[in-house]
T-cell receptor, first 117, second 112 residues
């Protein structure tokens, strides 16, 4: 069974600053995907960024980037130039890459990020 | 492309009733997954359908069921509602099982 741990229940960052959200996971799988989703107060779950485990290069999407450390089973999200609209709950999620448990996302407990002026 | 559409957005039911939630995936997506989100248990996987077949099921009682139609639209049914079924129910679709899942806005179910 897979587990995803987000050890920071809440974080705060000032506008324009950089913040890093932590995520660790435990799995015996060798091939998998990792995701970061954000859920603003509107509750729509929005995909932020995706990382394929077989890729060594860290994924980036505009102001969002990850630090993927496969050996350490760590997958942190860095948000640069934080904006008020980044205020949301952020979930780290894992999915193995084989048909046995395909499509079952395992989520962490989330980190509530507040961006302040 | 239109996103994932879930209806209704809000539902209020009483204990013992049953409820049906609907999910229309992104056009071309054949995989539809359902999740339950509660403050206490977080996000939990309910089940996944692909081409009208349930391929994966989470640890929920048999009161929770679903189906998928030939146009990939999916419905989730909960029978004999309990207070603990109050939650946000999220539907997600993807092109393939392991690829990125895109979520709808959810259905907020309140059981009184």
């Amino acid at each position: 069974a897979q587990t995803v741990t987000q050890s920071q229940p809440e974080m705060s960052v000032q506008e324009a600053e950089t913040v890093t959200l932590s995520c660790t996971y435990d799995t015996s799988e060798s091939n998998y995907y990792l995701f970061w989703y954000k859920q603003p107060p509107s509750r729509q779950m929005i995909l932020v960024i995706r990382q394929e485990a077989y890729k060594q290069q860290n994924a980036t999407e505009n102001r969002f980037s990850v630090n993927f450390q496969k050996a350490a089973k760590s997958f942190s999200l860095k948000i640069s130039d934080s904006q008020l609209g980044d205020t949301a709950m952020y979930f780290c999620a894992f999915i193995p890459l084989h048909t046995g448990t395909a499509s079952k996302l395992t989520f962490g407990t989330g980190t509530r990020l507040q961006v302040t002026l | 492309k239109a996103g994932v559409t879930q209806t209704p957005r809000y539902l209020i039911k009483t204990r013992g009733q049953q409820v049906t939630l609907s999910c229309s995936p992104i056009s071309g997506h054949r995989s539809v997954s359902w999740y339950q989100q509660t403050p206490g248990q977080g996000l939990q996987f309910l089940f996944e359908y692909f081409s009208e077949t349930q391929r994966n099921k989470g640890n929920f009682p048999g009161r929770f069921s679903g189906r998928q139609f030939s146009n990939s639209r999916s419905e989730m049914n909960v029978s004999t509602l309990e207070l603990g079924d109050s939650a946000l129910y999220l539907c997600a679709s993807s092109e393939g099982a392991e690829l990125a899942q895109y979520f709808g806005a959810g259905t907020r179910l309140s059981v009184l």
